[in-house]
């Protein structure tokens, strides 16, 4: 099952926001802990330097530790004085551990609540030795537990304070502090997971509303709503693809307006010549027309105009797709052009068109070229000026270069084209609906596939007004340096 883009987000953020508040949790409990413990130890090595002192005192009173020995009431009280900060009333224990033996230490019968307490008071963990490591106050199976530490007078080892193992104690206030901060963090742990898990779901559902739009916008356009756009809401990442988008979403449509125009002036081209064909054979079969030479050299004729679009259009696609083949080399563009208006010289004599060659180059121009594709170019040009121009006409040719760069310009006379159809020029199917129009019986591709022509040789070529009344190509083509 695939998850959409607001459950990852909402997922990512969620964990992400888990992971810094249990690090943050786990990180305070532990600094806690550990300045708490600090605390504790630190106390404790009050306490038992406290008890050191106090048993100092003591010896240096009584000279000896035989009075303390039988006096446990003494002891205990020696344990409680060393902690100044508690109380000094008489604890539950007490008595229990007065009715055991003189010198058992610390007492085996201990209060339930005792018991209970996770850190054992340092009365329960206190021993006392004499110098000889005798037993004044302990048990004789804990002695190898001890740590003991020296209780010294006038530099002589009079005895030793030897300490159970064991967590150091804590007051009841203390412990209530620490379950209280405990839980604390706890609560607050839990709101800041709560916090989040609302503040992924608003962050998912804010980031992911525009992603989910604009993948709705996809699959609209997928199925051809070339139409539908997105609103740009912010300057970010999302607003920019929401821009290219929508650039996208406009170029699809200029395709798909392109794609239908094509279609329907493909259709409009075949069938014109379909249908006087059609028109002339059927005349032919009912027996109106009579099959004679003429006859056949009209159909022959619209034959050919068929052969022509079609070559045009094959021509057209396969620069459209760059499949045309160029085999270039180093030519002079004077010397093809030369021979193209030679070649189509009985085309301009027959409209009575006088032609003017202009060559500025001064000498030999080199151009990286395909003379065929060359050719192809200017008999294209040269052919519009030959079929829409009027009789009694010129055509002017004029050759320059400058720097590395070739510059042709064919300039006729009337008829004119407006500045507004010069623009539409190299579409293909546009043609010019005046006296340059379809009755010459172009296809209005060969414009289309010498722009081609001049773009893979790295040129450009526009339309512009000429001043003998008529249109003029202007050509530019980069040199052989």
């Known amino acids: 099952m695939h998850k959409s ?16 508040v249990a690090g943050m949790y786990l990180f305070m409990r532990w600094s806690l802990d550990r300045g708490f413990n600090e605390l504790i130890e630190t106390r404790q090595r009050e306490r038992v330097s406290n008890l050191v002192e106090r048993l100092t005192d003591y010896y240096a009173d009584t000279g000896g530790w035989e009075s303390l020995a039988g006096n446990k009431q003494q002891w205990i009280q020696l344990l409680l004085q ?15 551990a007065l009715a055991e033996p003189l010198n058992r230490w610390p007492p085996s019968v201990e209060s339930e609540a005792l018991s209970k307490r996770r850190f054992k008071p340092l009365e329960m963990r206190a021993m006392l030795l004499d110098a000889d490591k005798s037993i004044i106050f302990c048990q004789q199976e804990a002695l190898s537990q001890l740590t003991l530490q020296a209780i010294q007078h006038e530099n002589q080892v009079v005895g030793f304070l030897g300490l159970l193992p064991g967590k150091p104690d804590n007051q009841l206030v203390e412990l209530r502090f620490m379950e209280k901060q405990t839980e604390a963090f706890a609560w607050i742990a839990l709101l800041m997971i709560t916090l989040s ?7 998912a559902y804010i980031l992911g509303r525009p992603i989910k739009r604009i993948a709705s916008a996809a699959k609209a356009l997928a199925v051809g709503h070339y139409n539908i756009r997105l609103p740009v809401e912010s300057g970010d990442e999302l607003g920019q693809l929401a821009r290219d988008f929508n650039e996208m979403a406009a170029a699809l449509k200029q395709s798909e307006q392109a794609r239908r125009r094509w279609v329907a002036d493909i259709s409009h081209e075949l069938r014109t010549p379909l249908s006087v064909l059609r028109g002339e054979l059927e005349a032919l079969q009912d027996g109106i ?3 004679n030479r003429a006859a056949i050299d009209s159909l022959f004729g619209d034959v050919m105009r068929l052969n022509r679009l079609t070559e045009d259009l094959y021509q057209l696609a396969l620069s459209d797709q760059g499949a045309l083949t160029y085999r270039k080399s180093l030519i002079d563009p004077v010397a093809v052009l030369k021979g193209d208006l030679a070649a189509l010289k009985p085309e301009f004599d027959t409209k009575q068109l006088s032609i003017q ?13 395909d003379p065929d594709r060359l050719s192809q170019l200017f008999r294209n040009v040269l052919k519009n000026s030959a079929n829409y121009t009027d009789i009694g006409g010129r055509l002017e040719i004029a050759i ?34 005046s006296s340059r ?21 790295n040129g450009t070529i526009h339309a512009q007004a000429s001043p003998l009344g008529g ?11």
């Open 357 to 369: 060659l202009i060559d500025n180059t001064q000498g030999t121009v080199g151009l990286y070229a």
């Open 197 to 203: 898990a609302v503040l992924a779901f608003l962050l």
């Open 400 to 433: 320059s270069k400058q720097a590395n760069t070739l510059f042709i310009d064919m300039a006729d006379s009337a008829p004119g084209v407006s500045e507004e159809e010069r623009k539409n020029l190299f579409d293909r199917f546009y043609r010019v609906e």
């Open 471 to 481: 249109l003029a190509i202007h050509i530019e083509l980069p040199m052989q340096s």
């Open 437 to 457: 129009s379809r009755n010459h019986g172009g296809a209005g591709l060969g414009l289309a596939i010498c722009r081609n022509i001049v773009t893979a040789h």
């Open 82 to 96: 060393s902690d100044n900060r508690r109380h000094k009333h008489s604890l539950p224990w007490m008595k229990k």
């Open 5 to 20: 883009i607001r459950v990852k987000l909402f997922l990512t953020f969620l964990l992400t926001t888990l992971l810094v």
């Open 289 to 291: 027309r009579p099959m």
